[in-house]
C-alpha cells in the first residue's frame, strides 16, 4: 500500500466528493490533474529514485505536486517556506534534490538545483504514463528535523509510514466522515498540517479549504463562507480565539451569563432547559460557520481551560503528540474526558510507548515503536544507534508521566530540561504555562542559564506595552509560589517585542537565549 493506491481507493469510492473546496475540485478531477502534472514533470527525466522539492504555501499546487511526484516514484523534499537560499542550498545537497517546485517568488540564482513553477499550467495527460509500482519501504518525503546547517537530521518517511498514519487516524471516525470539509491554513509542509490536511482528509474522503495565510480576517470569512466540519490549529491559536471571544462578550457585558450557562449546562438539561445552552452556543459557533464538530491542536501544549471552554460549546477537542519521525500525530486524546492538565492521550491504532528512566514523580523519556515510527536519519549511523534500540523502540527524547486514566502527559524535551547545581530538574513547559496566565504575558521563553557561575532558571518574557517591571516582577512571584522552590525563577528579562517562533508558533528557545547573550533584551532582572 503506497500514497498512489490511497489516492486511487479515495478516487474510486467517492469520485463527486471534493477535496480541494475552494477551487472546486472533486476527488477524480483531482485525480486527472496529478496525471497531468506527472506528464509535465517526467519530460524533466523525473523518476524513481529522485528528489524533488516542494516549496510552497498551501496552494491547491501543493498536494497536486505531492501526489505528482509519488505517481512517478519519486521522493518529496518537504521544505519550509521561512528558511534563506543559503539554507536551501545545503538542504538540497545534502537530501540530494537536482529539481525544486516552487513558487516563482522563492526564485534565486543557485547552482545547487532547478527551480520549476509549481504555478504553471500543464498539459495533456501522458496515456503511456502509469504510477511507478512503488514498494511499501520506498521513500515518500524527507524532512528537516534539527535545523538546516552543519550536521543536520533529515527523517525519511517510507510510503509505509505515511499510509499507517492515515490509518491510525480511523481514531477519529467518529468525528470525521466523507464528503466532511476540513479547514487547511497549517502549513502543509510541517507535519502536523501534512498528516491533518492531506493523509487524514484523503483517508476519510473529506474536502480541505486551503488557506496560505493566517490573517485573522481571511480565516474568519473562510469560516462563514465554507463552514468547516474539522479545524486544526497550533494551541496558541485556539487560545487566542477564546481569548477574543470572551474579550468581546466581557465588552458587551454578556460573558458573566454566558459563563454561568456554560458551566451549568448539565443541570439545565436535567430540568429540561437545553435549548437555553443551546441558544448560548449558537452565536459562538457561528463564528466558526456553525458546522465545526471537531478542533484538533498540535504541536505544543493546549491549557486545560482553553480545551474546556470548546468543550462546552459543545465541540469535540482532540489534543495530538508527534514528532516529524512519527508522521506527526502519533498519539491522541480522547475528548470528553476531565483533566486537571494538559493530556496527549495514548498511542493510536498499531504504536505502542514505554515511559523509561522515571524519577521520582514519574517522569521519564518516552520511546515509542509502532506502524508510524521512521527507520531512521539519513545517512548518520551513529545518532541512529543512540535512538534505537534492539526492540526497535524509538527514543523521542521528550519526558511525559502517565496518569492514573492511561493517558500521557507531556512534561518537557529532554535536551530542554534545566539541570540545576543541586541535581533537581526543572522542565521549562511547566513553568512556561504557569507564567502565560499573567495577564499583559504574550508569550515567555524558559530556559537553563548561568548567572554569577550558577545554573538559574531564566525567563525572558514578551509581554504588552502597558507592562511595568515591576508589575512583571510581582507577578512571577505569585506564580513562583504556586511550584516548588527550586522551580522558582527569581532571574528574567522582558521585551515589549515578539519572541522569536517556528512556523508552528514555538518558540525558538536557542534564538532567545542567544539575543539574551547579545543584550538584546535590556531591561531585565538580577
Known amino acids: 500500500m503506497n500514497m498512489n493506491n490511497m489516492l486511487e481507493m479515495a478516487v474510486a469510492q467517492w469520485p463527486e466528493n471534493l477535496f480541494l473546496v475552494r477551487e472546486n475540485v472533486?476527488?477524480?478531477?483531482?485525480?486527472?490533474?496529478?496525471?497531468?502534472?506527472?506528464?509535465?514533470?517526467?519530460?524533466?527525466?523525473?523518476?524513481?529514485?529522485?528528489?524533488?522539492?516542494?516549496?510552497?504555501?498551501?496552494i491547491p499546487q501543493f498536494p497536486l505536486t505531492l501526489f505528482a511526484i509519488w505517481y512517478l516514484g519519486a521522493t518529496v523534499l518537504m521544505l519550509d517556506t521561512n528558511l534563506t537560499p543559503f539554507e536551501y542550498d545545503n538542504m538540497t545537497k545534502v537530501a540530494g534534490c537536482k529539481f525544486v517546485c516552487a513558487e516563482p517568488s522563492f526564485f534565486y540564482d543557485t547552482k545547487q538545483f532547478k527551480f520549476l513553477d509549481i504555478t504553471a499550467p500543464d498539459g495533456d495527460i501522458n496515456p503511456d504514463l502509469y504510477p511507478y509500482p512503488l514498494k511499501d519501504c520506498d521513500v515518500a518525503s524527507m524532512s528537516f528535523t534539527s535545523g538546516s546547517t552543519g550536521n543536520p537530521k533529515v527523517v525519511p518517511l517510507t510510503h509505509y509510514n505515511l499510509v499507517e498514519c492515515?490509518?491510525?487516524?480511523?481514531?477519529?471516525?467518529?468525528?470525521?466522515?466523507?464528503?466532511?470539509?476540513?479547514?487547511?491554513f497549517l502549513p502543509l509542509y510541517h507535519i502536523f498540517g501534512f498528516a491533518i490536511g492531506i493523509l487524514a482528509t484523503v483517508h476519510f474522503g473529506g474536502g480541505i479549504v486551503l488557506q496560505p495565510t493566517v490573517n485573522p480576517k481571511y480565516i474568519m470569512d473562510d469560516f462563514?463562507?465554507?463552514?468547516?466540519?474539522?479545524?486544526?490549529?497550533?494551541?496558541?491559536?485556539?487560545?487566542?480565539?477564546?481569548?477574543?471571544?470572551?474579550?468581546?462578550?466581557?465588552?458587551?457585558?454578556?460573558?458573566?451569563?454566558?459563563?454561568?450557562?456554560?458551566?451549568?449546562?448539565?443541570?439545565?438539561?436535567?430540568?429540561?432547559?437545553?435549548?437555553?445552552?443551546?441558544?448560548?452556543?449558537?452565536?459562538?459557533?457561528?463564528?466558526?460557520?456553525?458546522?465545526?464538530?471537531?478542533?484538533?491542536?498540535?504541536?505544543?501544549?493546549?491549557?486545560?481551560?482553553?480545551?474546556?471552554?470548546?468543550?462546552?460549546?459543545?465541540?469535540a477537542f482532540i489534543q495530538g503528540y508527534g514528532l516529524?519521525?512519527?508522521?506527526?500525530?502519533?498519539?491522541?486524546?480522547?475528548?470528553?474526558?476531565?483533566?486537571?492538565?494538559?493530556?496527549?492521550?495514548?498511542?493510536?491504532t498499531n504504536n505502542e510507548c514505554e515511559i523509561r528512566d522515571k524519577d521520582e514523580n514519574g517522569i521519564g523519556v518516552l520511546w515509542l515503536r509502532g506502524h508510524q515510527v521512521f527507520g531512521g536519519y539519513l545517512n548518520n549511523d551513529a545518532v541512529n544507534k543512540e535512538v534505537f534500540d534492539d526492540k526497535g523502540?524509538?527514543?523521542?527524547?521528550?519526558?511525559?508521566?502517565?496518569?492514573?486514566?492511561?493517558?500521557?502527559?507531556?512534561?518537557?524535551?529532554?535536551?530542554?530540561?534545566?539541570?540545576?547545581?543541586?541535581?533537581?530538574?526543572?522542565?521549562?513547559?511547566?513553568?512556561?504555562?504557569?507564567?502565560?496566565?499573567?495577564?499583559g504575558v504574550k508569550n515567555v521563553a524558559v530556559f537553563e542559564h548561568k548567572v554569577n557561575d550558577k545554573t538559574v532558571t531564566y525567563a525572558v518574557f514578551s509581554v504588552d506595552k502597558n507592562m511595568t517591571l515591576d508589575a512583571l516582577a510581582?507577578?512571577?512571584?505569585?506564580?513562583?509560589?504556586?511550584?516548588?522552590?527550586?522551580?522558582?525563577?527569581?532571574?528574567?528579562?522582558?521585551t515589549t517585542d515578539d519572541l522569536p517562533m517556528t512556523s508552528t508558533q514555538k518558540v525558538k528557545h536557542h534564538l532567545v537565549r542567544q539575543n539574551l547573550i547579545d543584550g538584546k533584551y535590556p531591561i531585565r532582572k538580577e
Open 26 to 58: 472533486t476527488y477524480a478531477t483531482f485525480m486527472h490533474d496529478v496525471r497531468a502534472r506527472a506528464a509535465t514533470l517526467a519530460k524533466f527525466g523525473i523518476g524513481h529514485g529522485d528528489v524533488i522539492g516542494v516549496l510552497a504555501h498551501n
Open 166 to 184: 492515515a490509518n491510525s487516524l480511523e481514531d477519529m471516525a467518529e468525528y470525521f466522515s466523507a464528503g466532511d470539509v476540513m479547514y487547511g
Open 393 to 439: 523502540f524509538f527514543n523521542t527524547g521528550d519526558m511525559v508521566y502517565m496518569d492514573k486514566n492511561g493517558e500521557l502527559h507531556f512534561a518537557g524535551r529532554k535536551k530542554q530540561v534545566i539541570v540545576l547545581d543541586s541535581g533537581k530538574n526543572v522542565y521549562p513547559d511547566e513553568l512556561e504555562a504557569l507564567f502565560m496566565e499573567i495577564d
Open 224 to 315: 462563514k463562507k465554507f463552514r468547516p466540519h474539522v479545524i486544526p490549529a497550533v494551541p496558541r491559536l485556539w487560545e487566542m480565539f477564546r481569548n477574543k471571544i470572551i474579550s468581546t462578550l466581557t465588552q458587551q457585558k454578556k460573558w458573566r451569563i454566558i459563563s454561568f450557562i456554560l458551566r451549568n449546562q448539565s443541570t439545565l438539561t436535567s430540568m429540561g432547559l437545553d435549548f437555553v445552552t443551546r441558544k448560548i452556543q449558537e452565536p459562538i459557533l457561528n463564528l466558526f460557520g456553525g458546522r465545526a464538530r471537531l478542533l484538533i491542536a498540535g504541536g505544543a501544549a493546549t491549557k486545560p481551560e482553553v480545551e474546556k471552554f470548546y468543550e462546552s460549546l459543545g465541540l
Open 324 to 348: 516529524t519521525e512519527t508522521v506527526g500525530p502519533i498519539c491522541i486524546s480522547k475528548p470528553g474526558k476531565k483533566r486537571m492538565a494538559f493530556s496527549c492521550g495514548g498511542p493510536t
Open 474 to 494: 510581582d507577578a512571577v512571584a505569585n506564580a513562583n509560589k504556586r511550584v516548588a522552590s527550586y522551580k522558582w525563577v527569581t532571574h528574567f528579562a522582558m
